[in-house]
């Protein structure tokens, strides 16, 4: 199984791969051994952003819309969060996948559940567009970082927010 996340203009992979230097059209699912097109996504988006999840089992992108989409390995789609007012630029599944921060063009990290889509927080603190997301090891701390060059840790399980400004 491949995941091609690119332009593509018909059924076949081999089209799709040279229509790469194009404007992406779609978000395709080809099945490797065959080259044929199993699944596609929403004519016209762009995407921005993609991230397994650390147990393989899942792919999260999104695009230009703002929506995060994820799917599983099959191509089936399980989840969408659509909770962000702009672009989402970077996103990271955390330690044990079972959440999501995302975060973009609106300023704030969103903190959500995989499985349902369900927002469990919103994190401001950022002047800039959020350009970076991480999750610590232990899945306790989230740091987001901007264009204005600050860093900031958010504490999952409650409202401890720590700025740092940080010298590029």
Sequence with gaps: ?????????SRSLSSAMSAMQNLSLHVGL????????ERSW???????????SPDDRLLAFSGDDGVVRIVDTAGVEQVRYCGHSDI???????PDARYMASAGYDRSVHDW???????????GGHSGWVN????????????????????????FAGND???AGVEV
């Design 1 to 9: 199984m491949m995941i091609i996340l690119s332009s593509f203009h």
């Design 30 to 37: 080809w099945q490797a051994a065959s080259g044929m097109l």
């Design 42 to 52: 929403r004519k016209g988006l762009d995407v921005m952003v993609a991230a397994w």
């Design 88 to 94: 989402v630029w970077t996103m990271a599944f955390s």
């Design 113 to 123: 559940e995989v499985d349902s889509g369900e927002i469990l927080y919103v994190f």
């Design 132 to 155: 970076s997301v991480a999750w610590s090891p232990d899945g306790t701390r989230i740091a987001s970082g901007d264009g204005e060059r600050v860093i900031v840790v958010h504490a």
């Design 161 to 163: 927010e720590r700025r």
